[in-house]
Nanobody, 124 residues
Framework: QVQLVESGGGLVQAGGSLRLSCAAS????????MGWYRQAPGKQRELVAT???????NYADSVKGRFTISRDNAKNTVYLQMNSLKPEDTAVYLC??????????????????WGQGTQVTVSS
């Protein structure tokens, strides 16, 4: 199993900034990609930003130029710097990681894990 723990959410005024962190732990062999998604009340979960290993980052059009995703591979941690926040950014932000994990009898298998989410609220 892989555990993802998010932190950094909170309440901020429009135009403000927040930095989210997500740390992955477990018998991780490698991580292919880490990313952030969000889900607002009554809406479907949507991609915010993803960062594959060795690949190009991907952002939702609504956050381009305002949000920056980064990774610390040594710490299995992904960050999301959110600037110029808008009320429509209000949502639960969830971390996702995909990769390979060492299981029983030293078998390597794939994993696709989610964190429990952190609330971001932007007031107008």
């Amino acid at each position: 199993q892989v555990q993802l723990v998010e932190s950094g959410g909170g309440l901020v005024q429009a135009g403000g900034s927040l930095r989210l962190s997500c740390a992955a732990s477990g018998r991780i062999v490698s991580i292919n990609a880490m990313g952030w998604y969000r889900q607002a009340p009554g809406k479907q979960r949507e991609l915010v930003a993803t960062m594959p290993s060795g690949g190009a980052t991907n952002y939702a059009d609504s956050v381009k130029g305002r949000f920056t995703i980064s990774r610390d591979n040594a710490k299995n941690t992904v960050y999301l710097q959110m600037n110029s926040l808008k009320p429509e950014d209000t949502a639960v932000y969830l971390c996702n990681a995909e990769g390979r994990i060492l299981g029983d009898k030293l078998r390597i298998s794939d994993f696709d894990s989610w964190g429990q989410g952190t609330q971001v609220t932007v007031s107008s």
